[in-house]
């Protein structure tokens, strides 16, 4: 059967836009229960000063408890290069670096421009191939479909920046709809381009249901080959610029639509619906979003999907 | 630019699962104001005996002011022959006789077996010919995809009842996921078996949002060439097996997606979108679903889509 791999995404796209602080013995019990559920790649924090986002200080004990999963992809976001050297000190198997193609939404956010990312990027890299680390250097795209704050963002200038990372020496890149712009048709024909400028370097779509679109685009992605997707438990994180909409996909409601149309994710959907009981838990009081939860699963679960073809 | 047409199943397949009555004036309101915003193709109601639906008794009245809109294509449903008498006297321009693929459902729900309904359906054609009415029948097809009671559906029993109704007289087909098990694999592949059965007869695709996937599922569906949707305004309507669970795609959502991708449906969002907020009022406290009325339009609406091809 064809395979499609979710990367939990909740532990950091989810948390940095939550105002609650998860305990960490919370998270390990998150990571342990995806993990047992599955999952096999995770993001687990961020290397950003703890003062900047306290909810995420304690990254690196939460990355030490993943790094003794077997056969789990642990990775963390570095914003920049001292982000990048904890990451290595911190043997991360993958650090994703992001950049903005909105020039104003770089500027506003991380105070660089694209280019100045893209030349932080190769700096990154030429660092650690003089360290001999290991930790796989990606570069994802964010605001790739239109940006609040600058409006339409050019599908040109997405890929520009995209061959500007692979220059870089960039080992994967991914694609981000940071704000719920994207549309299938959209989807379909930037995903076209990318993939064939970056190969199977092209490693992860990343989609926020801002406009109830994340899944339609999700379904126009696997169309032109891409077969990863983040996506955040319960629909965690979203936009500060849209309070109150939706955040992510949610991995739930992605890993439901994914095995009945044929595609084996490896994750069983009721101990993830379990595990999402808990995070409603230690993030009381705080939004969770998706739809699956409320209906539950239907009534042929687990049963083979009525089609004998698969999806791929 | 390629045409898709939404057709608002609000006032009957939203309204019947809901408990407050609307009153006549409010629903030709609605009516008038969807009509102002673009729509084309609206279900007003249905001939069931009003006792069993008290919130859908005024439906002649409101299809009597609907038949004043020039160019609005008011449908209605009907659930038997005495429901199809009524719309042949009310001139409704088309009726939609409903077929329930699962044995189980349509046993539970209309107390005949399928053939027992594809039989009526053929008396129904037979009297509307001798009768020498315009009203084009149209079959709907539902739990196309599997059913809360029984369990699985098999396509072959859905493409069975479809030439059923083809061969009793149907001028129409749709099919329906009226429980919220399709995926978009199962549509794709059901949607292009029944495209080479019925061809240009192959009418409606029908989708509830039941576990979120409403909107995927109708993007798999454009795939086969169908480009006629239902939706209901505020995603109102839903199963009752499912209580909390969201209804049927959200019309704002569907007609916000496809002129994102490029397809032009004739319809105004920002009306659509005022309108949802005055349905909220009149269904007090009944629980609406939809996601872009939170978010709101993006800063990019009304540019041009970021692709110069065409969806379709």
Redesign the interface.
Known sequence: MPKVTLREMGLRDGLQSVATIVATEAKIEWIRAAYEAGEREIEVGSFVPPRLMPQLADTAEVLAFAQTLPGLRASVLVPNMKGAERAMECNAELMLLPLSASHAHSLANLRKTPDEVIAEFARIRAERDAAGAATLLEGGIGTA????IQ?????DEVLRCLQGLLDAGADRVSIADT???A????VR??FERARRIAGERFWCGHFH?????A??N???ALDTGVTRFDATLGGIGG?PH?P???GNA?SE?LV??LE???WRTGIDIERLLALRADLAQWLDGEPLH???W???L???HG?P???D?N?A
């Open positions: 479909f239109g940006c609040t409006g339409r963002v050019e599908p704000v719920g712009y549309d299938p048709h959209a024909v930037l249901d801002t406009r109830g679109l899944l339609a999700v379904c126009a936009c849209a109150g909409a939706s949610a409601d439901f639509m009945r149309m044929g998706g739809t699956l409320r209906a539950g239907p009534k042929t049963q999907p009525s089609t073809t999806p």
